[in-house]
């Protein structure tokens, strides 16, 4: 979908129609921006910025309390469009999204500025002058969101991208488009209330071809969450007009138990790593690899808790842990990998089908897959489903070995009483964070950057490198001493170079003897430079 869409599709694809995953119910249909209209959505963010980019960062503060203050205010209406847009549960809307949405924006109004002011760095050899580095904002930043998390998905990178001085366009999935009209009516207010255009963040639904025209349209950076196929189109589509961008695709994050860890801590984040948003993180733990000595034991205490969850569609009123996934191509591919494994001699522990008698297609009952091996597909392909595939390691280096065994490299986690020996398979780890006797909350922690390696994209969200990733980094040099004499270099003299030579002998040898040297150097390179 990277080609523009010609006419007759563009026609036939003019709205999207949208669902509740976890009813079935028809909710209504939202448009499918065509090129054209992204490309003047873009030009309005463009006027809407040149006001912001001048704004103070205590005024940039004041919209985010602001935004803070109208999100814990409608907490409970936004959980509920969330839920009926992606299908999953109201305790998941508030915990993974309403809160870190929240400690993002508490953080960011505290330090947002700290990282962001200009910083006066030394200016090394050159004395007279002072060096500045500065944080411009980068003018409007485009957004291109996937379905597990629909309001996180939006605010996560919107937030640092208004604080550092920019506009935003926010390309939401197709699969969760219904709630865009609410999160940005919230947003319109906000910015209204504050004395703000609208069109200052602005949320825009279609298709991949919609992401596209966003990606093509001149925007000053995009930031694409979503899968690895995709992102390499963005990547190509921005090459055309050298837009940089931050890709946070996939992952196959590992979690390794090793023979000394707290299983019952293990077997609780190994569960929510599961099955939290019916599995459709990109921070899942996909692979969990747990030590012979302590492997069938961790297997009972996962199942466990496993058998004890209930699953039904989240707002129906009952206590709900588990509701159903929101894209159907998706409960396929979950589906398709689940049966290779089995077929292939992986053991069933807990579920394996979709959940007969709910309200929709959509669910998949909470699986547990023991004895998972390197030959089956779900070792390699993403399942970003309700499944948790465990794997017998034998030692650390095994499980070292394994956990690196992957095209992604997103996240990981360790579990360890040994804090020596968690750091020291943490540091073996290659991906873009490790949490040690936890899972995922690195995510809770602002100050930490966000991103992946390998498979799993580049560039980082959250912490300094977040905010500043959404500036140009500018170097300004200065005056520090009322001196103003110019550099003469042309025309050129005889004797320049031996005086240049001599110049940078003279500052970086080692020991004295070499270093008088070159003062003697110097001293007659001037002297022939003087009389040529
Ligand atoms: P997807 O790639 O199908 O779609 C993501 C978005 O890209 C959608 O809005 C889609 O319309 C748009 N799109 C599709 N083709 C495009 C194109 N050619 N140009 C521009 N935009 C285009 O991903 P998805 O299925 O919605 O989401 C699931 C994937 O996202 C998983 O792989 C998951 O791991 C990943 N994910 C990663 C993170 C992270 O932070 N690393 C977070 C959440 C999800
Ligand atoms: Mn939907």
Redesign the pocket.
Known sequence: ??QPATQLEQEVRATIPCTDPATGERLGDVPALTHDEVHERIARARKAQVSWRLTPFAERRRVLAHLLEMLLEHADSLCEEICRDAGKTLHNAMLGEIWPLAEKLRWTIAHGETHLRSETVSSGLLQHKRARVEYHPLGVIGV??????PLQ?ILGPTIPALFAGNAVII?????TSWSAEPFEQLLHRCLADCGYSADLIQIIT???????A??SGGVDKIV????????K??LE?SAKTLTPVIL????KDPMIVCDDADLDQAAHAAVSAAFIASGQ??LAAERVLVFDAVYDQFIAKVQDITLRMRQDAPLSGKLVDIGAMT?PA?LEIVEELVKDAVAKGASLKAGGRRTKGKPSKHYFEPTILADVTDDMRIMHE?T?GPVMSIIRVEDEAQAVAVANETAYG?SSSVFSKDPVRGRRIADQIVAGSTCINDWALMYMVQDLP???VKG??FGR?NGREGLRACTNTKAVVEDRLPIHRAIQLFPGRHHDYDVTREGVRLLYSKGLAKKFDALVGLGKALRKRALS
């Open positions: 979908m990277s291109i969101t996937p379905w597990n998390f998905n390309k939401v999935s197709e699969w279609g298709y991949g071809d919609t992401g596209a966003l990606v694409f969450t979503g899968s690895m196929r995709n992102g189109r963005v589509d946070e695709l996939g992952g993180m990109c894209m998706q993403e970003f997103l966000f991103g992946g799993s994209g969200l």
